[in-house]
Nanobody, 119 residues
Framework: QVQLVESGGGLVQYGGSLRLSCAASGSIFSRYAMGWYRQAPGKQRELVAAIESGGSTRYADSVKGRSTISRDNAKNTVYLQMNSLRPEDTAIYYC?????????????WGQGTQVTVSS
């Protein structure tokens, strides 16, 4: 069983930066694909960034060039560095972990951390 705990959210000014952290339990963290999603009021949850177990990354177009996802397998932690923040980045950010053990896919979610960017 994997438990995920996000931290690092808060209130920042336009153009500011934040680094979100997601601490995961479990002994096989390095085998999980990890991701950050966000959901704004009245909007669907969307993928922000993902990092595979092998280290490859992908980003939503809206954050590409401003955000970096990374992982520290020794600390069972995944990070999302966000720069040049805009009001439209305001959302609850959720950590996600995924692993496939055929034919079953296991997906885990954290409870989220609020990011608010002022105008």
């Amino acid at each position: 069983q994997v438990q995920l705990v996000e931290s690092g959210g808060g209130l920042v000014q336009y153009g500011g930066s934040l680094r979100l952290s997601c601490a995961a339990s479990g002994s096989i963290f390095s085998r999980y694909a990890m991701g950050w999603y966000r959901q704004a009021p009245g909007k669907q949850r969307e993928l922000v960034a993902a990092i595979e177990s092998g280290g490859s990354t992908r980003y939503a177009d809206s954050v590409k060039g401003r955000s970096t996802i990374s992982r520290d397998n020794a600390k069972n932690t995944v990070y999302l560095q966000m720069n040049s923040l805009r009001p439209e980045d305001t959302a609850i950010y959720y950590c996600n972990a995924r692993i496939t053990r055929s034919p079953v896919e296991y997906v885990y979610w954290g409870q989220g951390t609020q990011v608010t960017v002022s105008s």
